[in-house]
């Protein structure tokens, strides 16, 4: 099993300045407040991170702001885009940004079966020799690696040595562990599963809601990997209403509402997103703003 995936990773958000360019400041300052914090690395270029709204060369900018930020810790930067070549091209530029790994997204618009998923996976996985994440998203992406496939992968590619598992159904995780035993680092990709998937085997965290609460996201991973349940089970009871905006719709949206609130980022998004208004922004803020007056003492 790969080393290097194991822990807390921010799924960074990318943030804009008024004008809605990249704020390269304040991502370096993001990230180094999320590793002084305890997570192990930082993931740009993610969904979370708007990368359909990036252009090429803002996803390189982005990634190695990150680089330069993070020291020795690692960036995993996320690797998608509308076409193969280009997402080849991608994870080539980050390996040269100093990158660490990656985290290679399916083709996205486009919700291709096996034989083409496969053959899109293969050739970004040729084209590094950095260690990778096979990202399954079906809830975002419409397409599924099943665990057998993503098996087949490993076989091929050497450097294919995890997975993040977004499905939201932890009997995922548990089918993956069957099937590979330690061969693939295992990785939750919903906030709202995080417990559920270190019981099921999982060794690391692609986090959202870290992004505004990066102490007890790791605290929480932490007890989860110490097996100690009851403690485990009291953090979640409050993380859980927070942590469940990063598995809905308008998920960009509510994390980057939360930092705006715990004073660690702006809510700003690139259309066609929109800041949240209305009824929709004040029951957000009624969830947001209970967790914090109720924010445990750790």
């Not at 993931?43 to 020795?72: D, M, Y």
């Not at 959202?208 to 991973?221: C, D, R, T």
């Not at 485990?232 to 859980?240: D, K, V």
Request: overall charge negative; aromatic content about 8%.
């Amino acid at each position: 099993m790969s080393t290097l995936y194991r822990g807390v990773f921010t799924a960074i958000t990318t943030p804009f300045n008024a004008d809605l360019s990249v704020d390269h400041g304040f991502l370096a300052e993001h990230a180094a407040w999320q590793l002084a914090n305890g997570c192990v690395g930082t993931i740009p270029c993610g969904s979370l991170g708007e990368s359909a709204t990036l252009s090429f060369e803002e996803k390189l900018a982005v990634i190695g702001s990150c680089v330069r930020a993070s020291g020795n810790k690692p960036v995993v930067p996320g690797i998608a885009s509308l076409s193969t070549a280009e997402a080849v091209r991608l994870a080539q530029g980050a390996a040269d940004l100093g990158a660490k790994g990656l985290m290679i997204l399916p083709p996205y618009v486009y919700a291709s079966d096996w034989r083409e998923m496969k053959a899109h996976m293969s050739a970004v996985l040729e084209a590094t020799a950095l260690p990778c994440i096979i990202y399954n998203n079906p809830v975002a992406y419409k397409t599924d690696f099943l665990p057998e496939q993503i098996l087949e992968l490993a076989a091929e590619h050497e450097n294919a040595v995890a997975v993040k598992e977004s499905s939201t159904d932890a009997r995922r995780v548990t089918a993956l562990k069957a099937l590979a035993g330690d061969s693939l680092a295992l990785g939750v990709g919903v906030d709202d599963c995080l417990v559920e998937g270190v019981a099921a085997g999982a060794s690391f965290w692609v986090a959202g809601q870290v992004n505004a609460f990066p102490a007890e996201s790791v605290k929480l991973y932490e007890l989860a990997m110490a097996g100690r349940w009851a403690e485990a089970a009291e953090l979640y009871r409050w993380f859980l209403p927070l942590l469940r905006l990063d598995t809905v719709l308008k998920f960009v949206q509510l994390i980057k509402l939360t930092q705006e609130r715990v004073g660690m980022g702006s809510a700003r998004v690139r259309p066609p997103r929109l800041e949240l208004a209305g009824a929709e922004l004040e029951a957000a803020l009624a969830v947001i703003d209970k967790g914090i007056r109720e924010r445990p003492v750790l």
